[in-house]
């Protein structure tokens, strides 16, 4: 192996015009200008390539390591504790946890090559589509993006539970909350909580789940029209009061940017979920709203195009809790109650404002649970029925003795036997056939 001698092509030309100087094909000013060096440093070259050969025309350097290597022993020890606790993790995470936890300074694209050489990563092939970009909203809260990832980020966990997930179009801000499904509870929060933070969006752009948008809305009869487009579902009438526009995503590319942003909690959140052998919601939930979400939006976020922001500021009237909720509709009964999710209601009579039996109201249920009854845009005043309650008045309408025989109902106890005491007797069968054959 002491035979071999690498150059470069940048040696070998330097070694070609030496040969030429040195047999007297050239002067020493014509190699210099071809050397691009000046005449002390070609006096230099000369003498080591007369001295060493071609091993002097090669960088000392070679073959040796570098200044600014990281330590052996360090490497070992960034290798043992990523195999140890981030196994699984990429390099440019692993590299930021390997810093914040442990204390081991690294670059992301030197941890890549050393785990890329030891076999502990190998990068995911990702398929090229082609598509036509689409470019961001100008102005912060021009668009909004909102879906659910349904994934097992709980490691251990054989249930999946669904990360709510809501993106701005313009400047990739996000917030998210977990909840163990794709619900209209989970979608209510999380909007409630945008909309106390930010404000009110011109717009939100969602799939065709049944959550967003209602399958009767989306029947279209034999030519082609929708039959019922007004038909709305609770989380689009809520959107409507708050004049938030619903746009309609027909596939997951069309709405990529949260897309994107659930591969980002798909990697980060569920590894730190990992590290801190967090398996409950509502810690989950605790851990996003502590800081975690702040952290990805102060790492990712970008500024938007336009410094005007698109959002509608939350008016003090407002009552949210009255918007982001379930409403139904009921029918006043004759004693003034009224059943929901079988338990009764009593409707109280206040001077303000009064209804009357076979009334039609309206029933809101809001995220706390609580149950308010509206009628016009007017509270009424409720009381919920206790069973005990229903069953003292079931008691006190069931009679105990028998009524006597003159006060029972029936056709020989009523108000027209006082006047034709026979009434019920029956007729003449003779007069009946001759008033039929007359």
Request: glycine share 6%; charged share 30%.
């Amino acid at each position: 192996m002491g035979d071999f001698l690498i150059m470069n092509k940048k040696e070998r030309q330097r070694k070609a015009v030496l040969e030429q100087l040195l047999t007297g094909s050239i002067n020493r000013q014509d190699a210099a200008r071809r050397l691009c060096v000046s005449k002390r440093q070609l006096i230099r070259i000369i003498q080591r390539y007369q001295q060493q050969g071609d091993r002097g025309l090669t960088h000392r350097h070679r073959g040796k390591p570098s200044g600014r290597v990281y330590a052996i022993e360090l490497k070992e020890k960034i290798l043992s504790r990523y195999e140890e606790r981030y196994f699984g993790f990429g390099p440019t995470l692993a590299a930021e946890k390997l810093l914040e936890e442990d204390q081991l300074p690294v670059q992301a694209e030197t941890l890549r090559l050393w785990l890329k050489a030891a076999g502990l990563w190998s990068p995911r092939r990702q398929r090229k589509v082609h598509r036509i970009r689409r470019a961001r909203r100008t102005r912060f809260g021009e668009l909004l993006q909102l879906d659910g990832s349904i994934h097992d980020w709980f490691e251990g966990v054989d249930e999946k539970q669904c990360l709510m997930n809501i993106v701005d179009d313009a400047t990739g801000k996000t917030l998210a909350l977990m909840d163990e499904g794709e619900t209209t509870r989970a979608a209510f929060a999380l909007l409630q909580w945008w909309i106390r933070d930010a404000g009110i969006p011109m717009a939100i752009y969602v799939d065709l789940k049944s959550l967003y948008v209602s399958p009767r809305s989306l029947y279209r009869d034999e030519e082609g029209e929708l039959v019922e487009p007004e038909w709305l579902t609770h989380f689009s009438k809520a959107c409507k009061k708050l004049g938030i526009e619903i746009i309609k995503a027909y596939s997951p590319q069309a709405k990529g940017r949260v897309e994107r942003s659930h591969a980002v909690y798909q990697d980060r959140f569920r590894k730190e979920l990992k590290l801190k052998g967090i398996k409950d919601i509502e810690q989950a939930n605790q851990l996003l709203s502590g800081g975690f979400v702040n952290q990805l939006n102060k790492k990712f976020a970008k500024p938007a195009h336009s410094d005007q922001d698109a959002h509608v500021p939350l008016n003090a009237k407002d009552d949210l809790n009255q918007v982001l909720c379930w409403e139904f509709t009921r029918q006043i009964k004759n004693d003034w109650t009224i059943s929901f999710c079988n338990q009764f209601y009593q409707i109280k009579k206040t001077k303000s404002y009064s209804v009357r039996p076979r009334q039609k109201i309206q029933v809101r249920e809001h995220l706390d649970g609580s149950i308010s009854l509206w009628c016009k845009e007017q509270r009424l005043s409720h009381c919920l029925i206790t069973q005990e309650q229903l069953a003292q008045r079931k008691q006190g309408i069931k009679r105990t003795e028998p009524l006597p025989n003159k006060d029972k109902p029936g056709p020989h106890n009523t108000p027209w036997r006082q006047f034709n005491p026979n009434w019920l007797k029956p007729k003449n069968k003779s007069h009946r056939i001759t008033t039929a054959c007359v």
